[in-house]
């Protein structure tokens, strides 16, 4: 599998061996969601084969698999035919995804006003253990393709809005994130050591966001603040995102921490 900055692994489960014991748990719809899964880390049509290696299934159950889901419309040739690619009705699910939870529905609005202010990278994200997942984002004037797209991620534990988070679970939540992140470093700036990573969150426990420094791309610094749900657990983050060829880190903080704080503060309300 390989690593990608864009979609760290989440720590779920990748079999079903965990739920032999459930009787209403259905392998068939867990294996055809393993299927779908594939393309998650990759960036070309995938054959048949390599479907079936990645979903841990026979060549014979993947074809059965995969014809349904082309039927359906989940699944569909690439253009050349060289293989398969997701199909057109997965967004259908995204968009229900995101009409229909809460807190993107409440911080929409409040984000376009903060983007129109600040015109820097805003991002909301959901929590999702140990990672982060892109629910927004609303571009600056350098992003790439791949900043736009909702459903990316970053790790819970180097990112600001990841830190931000942790500032407000029990330490002992704290430690066993951590304890069960990858943490391969992304770039040389990123904090790997525990003891380092729990002085960071204990920071931003502090001041109430957290701040980043390359940490997962460099030339970045990144403010990131918690949104906690109606239990008052945090559920996601917003992060601010601008470049260090234009900000030193103080001068930063001083501009966005009070108004990446009134727009959570708005959002909470």
Same mark, same amino acid.
């Given at each position: 599998m390989v690593r990608s900055v864009l979609r760290p692994n989440? @720590?779920?489960?990748?079999? *079903?061996?965990?739920?032999?014991? *459930? &009787?209403?748990?259905?392998?068939?719809?867990?294996?055809?969601?393993?299927? /779908?899964?594939?393309f998650h880390y990759s960036d070309r049509p995938l054959s048949l084969s390599e479907l079936a290696h990645s979903a841990q299934i026979d060549r014979s159950a993947a074809q059965r698999i995969v014809h349904t889901l082309r039927?359906?419309?989940?699944?569909?040739?690439?253009?050349? @035919?060289?293989?398969?690619? &997701?199909?057109?009705?997965?967004?259908?699910?995204?968009?229900?995804?995101?009409?229909?939870? &809460? /807190?993107?529905?409440?911080?929409?609005?409040?984000?376009?006003?903060?983007?129109?202010?600040?015109?820097?990278?805003?991002?909301?994200?959901?929590? *999702?253990?140990?990672?982060?997942?892109?629910?927004?984002?609303?571009?600056?004037?350098?992003?790439?393709?791949?900043?736009?797209?909702?459903?990316?991620s970053v790790p819970t534990f180097c990112s600001s809005g990841g830190r931000a988070i942790l500032s407000c679970l029990e330490d002992a939540e704290v430690a066993d994130i951590i304890a069960r992140s990858d943490r391969t470093p992304f770039t040389p700036k990123t904090l790997t050591d525990p003891g380092a990573i729990r002085d960071k969150v204990a920071e931003?426990?502090?001041?109430?966001?957290?701040?980043?420094?390359?940490?997962?791309?460099? @030339?970045?610094?990144?403010?990131?603040?918690? /949104?906690?749900?109606s239990s008052g657990r945090p559920c996601g983050a917003i992060h601010l995102a601008g470049s260090l060829s234009e900000w030193e880190p103080e001068e930063f903080m001083a501009r966005f921490a009070p108004l990446i704080s009134e727009a959570a503060a708005d959002i909470c309300r």
């Open positions: 989440s @720590g779920a489960a990748g079999s *079903d061996n965990e739920y032999q014991e *459930d &009787p209403l748990f259905t392998r068939s719809i867990a294996r055809a969601l393993d299927v /779908l899964s594939a039927k359906l419309g989940y699944i569909r040739r690439d253009e050349q @035919g060289r293989g398969f690619l &997701p199909g057109i009705r997965t967004l259908d699910h995204t968009l229900d995804y995101l009409r229909l939870h &809460p /807190l993107v529905r409440r911080a929409t609005p409040v984000l376009l006003e903060l983007r129109r202010n600040v015109r820097e990278r805003v991002d909301l994200s959901l929590f *999702d253990d140990l990672r982060v997942v892109y629910a927004a984002r609303m571009q600056s004037k350098r992003e790439t393709f791949h900043a736009t797209l909702v459903g990316h931003a426990r502090e001041k109430g966001y957290a701040l980043t420094l390359e940490e997962i791309l460099i @030339g970045e610094i990144a403010i990131g603040i918690a /949104l906690p749900d």
